[in-house]
């Protein structure tokens, strides 16, 4: 039988500035609360207001995918966000970074994502994937015209992707500004770390 698993709430962008600014910090400043929710929700934090605008913006959508899903906590909450349910389809191989026997799975399905036809989807969520590996460049190769990429990561020379994704992304997909902004806007960092949510029409 398959294992069940409380999803962990969202919490609200200011309930989040208040906790990383308020609580312990050290020289590491918050890196060890990071390592902590990265095991057990995700790379990157998902505040209430990032979910609920992302959400409206997936809702136009007919199918999502998202292709490194991590643990699922992302999909999990968009899936409710957007009322695409099952139209949004979450997948990870579980090859690297997690302690398997203790990995979550709030809602991804095992297995790797290249055999999937990425095509069909009207949109991509890639949040984080993996640094100085190739997959996020495959992934956006294997994208056509007119498909929307939802990225969540660090910019060219930082901790997501690489540099051939990146000069990919500036070259064949066009920023959309206005999504990109509304659904940001309700973000929060991590200490040290420069990522954002992006959103991009494939040209
Ligand atoms: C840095 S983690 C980011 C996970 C998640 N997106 C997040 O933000 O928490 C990258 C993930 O990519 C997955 N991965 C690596 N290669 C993959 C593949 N070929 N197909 C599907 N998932 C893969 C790993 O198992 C890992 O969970």
Known sequence: MAKCFDVPALMSQQDWLDKLNGGPRSAYG??????????????SILTTEVARELGK??????????????TGYLAHHLRKAS???KRY???????SHWDETKRPNY???????????????????MSWPNYDENLAYRIARKMVSGQYLVYQGEGGGGCTGDYQFHNYLDDNFEYIEDDSCLIGSGGVQWDGMHDTWSVYRKK
């Open 107 to 125: 809602g991804f399905t095992k297995s790797g994502v290249f055999n999937t036809n990425i095509k069909k989807a009207d949109c991509v969520v």
């Open 57 to 70: 913006f997936l809702s136009t959508f007919d199918l999502v995918i998202e292709p490194f899903a991590g």
């Open 30 to 43: 918050n890196y060890y609360t990071r390592k902590e929710y990265i095991a057990e929700h995700s790379w």
């Open 89 to 95: 389809r979450a997948y990870d191989a579980c090859v």
């Open 83 to 85: 009322g695409l349910g």
